[in-house]
């Protein structure tokens, strides 16, 4: 099971912090993603982080913005988002798999968590 939580109000220009929480040895070896969702559009592939963390990957869009890390000892990976825009207004959605180089589409994770909602707005 994954939790996802963080998500929020906060006006452009503005930091939030989500987490991922993995429960019942979910993240056990396993890469982690965040992925997004706007009203109307498609999912959208964010940022990951393999098991080690050494490896990350992040969209263009978030790229010197956004900084995924973890913590597999608590097995929690956060989302770090500075900057925010008008246009990161999504759900945020947490997932894992198995690492795979380029796995930037849904349908490469196999375990998804609950979204949280931001909301970035004046």
């Known amino acids: 099971q994954l939790q996802a939580s963080g998500g929020g109000l906060v006006q452009p220009g503005g930091s939030l912090r989500l987490a991922c929480a993995g429960s019942?040895?979910?993240?056990?070896?396993?890469?982690v993603a965040w992925f997004r969702q706007a009203p109307g559009k498609e999912r959208e592939f964010v940022t990951s982080?393999?098991?080690?963390?050494?490896?990350?990957d992040y969209a263009d869009s978030v790229k010197g913005r956004f900084t995924i890390s973890r913590d597999n000892a608590k097995a929690t990976v956060y989302l770090q988002m500075n900057s925010l825009k008008p246009e990161d207004t999504a759900v945020y959605y947490c997932?894992?798999?198995?690492?795979?180089?380029?796995?930037?589409?849904?349908?490469?994770?196999?375990?998804w968590g609950q979204g949280t909602l931001v909301t970035v707005s004046s």
């Open positions: 997932a894992a798999a198995y690492y795979r180089n380029n796995a930037v589409q849904p349908s490469d994770y196999d375990i």
């Open positions: 019942g040895g979910t993240f056990s070896g396993l890469a």
């Open positions: 982080i393999s098991w080690g963390g050494t490896i990350t």
